[in-house]
């Protein structure tokens, strides 16, 4: 896509640091934005800070969880009743939990994989038909470098991660396929500074029960310096996804090392053995 002016784009997710920089970053490419997020104070928040920046954007706000495919359905909805199209989706919402992976409840399953798998699943059947029908659109995807390598203490978020990856690359080529020009990026950052590490705030309560190990919070403190340590902001991480929709590039890796993580466990893969000792890496 190399025009974005009055271009209509979706982002889930919109509350916290990467949607925020996304919608950011289409509002300066004088796009028309549709913004949600399950947080109604952040989503609120993300709303004023970018009509302070850009007044003259049009936005549309909107709270949705988009584990339920029926609030997605809504969004679309409202999205063509107010602007008439949607050319680019950034399936952006996600969240995480920490534990080893035989203590993580059913409840950590059904929450992470209701956000991080479903949510893109339901953006895509959702708003993909509408992108068919306009002859034009772009998907993006944020999945993780957990989707390609996966360290200890973050099994369920891993899992999700790297469905997304299959998911995406599966609706790549089921579009090429239908002969269709509508692109898909699918986004794998390492850590950077984000709000990931407090997505409890947003856990249903229906869906609450979670481990408590020392196991447990001794990953959480690991993830949570992590995070705060990441040498990549989430506002260049936005720069370089927009500047792959320009170019219709399908995997963006906006941390260069994790290229070389994929290719030590490729591999590894042709000996047989697992990538990496946790102990060591």
């Given at each position: ?12 997710g919109?509350g916290g640091?990467?949607g925020r920089?996304i919608?950011?970053?289409c509002?300066?490419r ?6 949600s997020?399950?947080?109604a ?9 970018l ?9 549309l706000s909107m ?9 997605v359905?809504?969004?679309?909805r409202a999205?063509?009743?107010?602007f008439?199209?949607?050319?680019l ?6 969240v ?13 399953w059904?929450?992470v994989?209701?956000v991080n ?5 339901w ?9 068919l ?13 957990a ?5 200890a203490?973050s099994?369920?978020?891993?899992v999700?991660k790297?469905?997304v ?14 002969g269709?020009s509508v ?12 709000g ?5 705030r947003?856990?249903p ?11 447990r ?8 310096k ?7 902001s ?11 929709v ?5 995997y ?9 993580g ?8 042709k000996?047989?053995?697992t ?6 890496s």
């Amino acid at each position: 896509m190399q025009d974005f002016d009055n271009k209509v784009a979706v982002v889930t997710g919109a509350g916290g640091a990467l949607g925020r920089e996304i919608a950011a970053a289409c509002a300066q490419r004088g796009m028309q934005l549709v913004l949600s997020d399950v947080n109604a104070e952040a989503l609120a928040e993300s709303e004023r800070l970018l009509r302070q920046r850009w007044p003259a954007v049009a936005i549309l706000s909107m709270r949705v969880d988009v584990s339920r495919l029926e609030q997605v359905e809504a969004l679309a909805r409202a999205a063509i009743e107010r602007f008439g199209a949607v050319h680019l989706l950034f399936n952006n919402a996600g969240v995480g939990v920490a534990a080893p992976i035989w203590e993580n409840t059913a409840e950590d399953w059904a929450w992470v994989s209701n956000v991080n798998l479903f949510g893109v699943a339901w953006g895509v059947k959702t708003f993909v038909p509408l992108m068919l029908k306009q002859q034009e659109g772009h998907v993006v995807n944020i999945a993780s470098a957990a989707g390609w390598v996966h360290p200890a203490g973050s099994g369920v978020y891993n899992v999700t991660k790297a469905a997304v990856v299959a998911l995406s690359e599966s609706l790549a080529n089921d579009l090429v396929l239908a002969g269709s020009s509508v692109g898909v990026s699918v986004v794998s950052p390492a850590y950077f500074p984000s709000g990931i590490v407090d997505s409890d705030r947003n856990r249903p309560g229906d869906l609450a029960a979670t481990a408590d190990s020392a196991m447990r919070r001794q990953h959480e403190e690991q993830v949570k310096k992590a995070v705060e340590s990441g040498k990549i902001s989430a506002a260049q991480i936005a720069g370089s996804i927009l500047e792959a929709v320009e170019h219709n590039r399908f995997y963006v890796f906006p941390h260069p090392f994790v290229t070389d993580g994929i290719a030590a466990k490729s591999k590894a893969a042709k000996l047989g053995q697992t990538a990496f000792n946790p102990r060591t890496s």
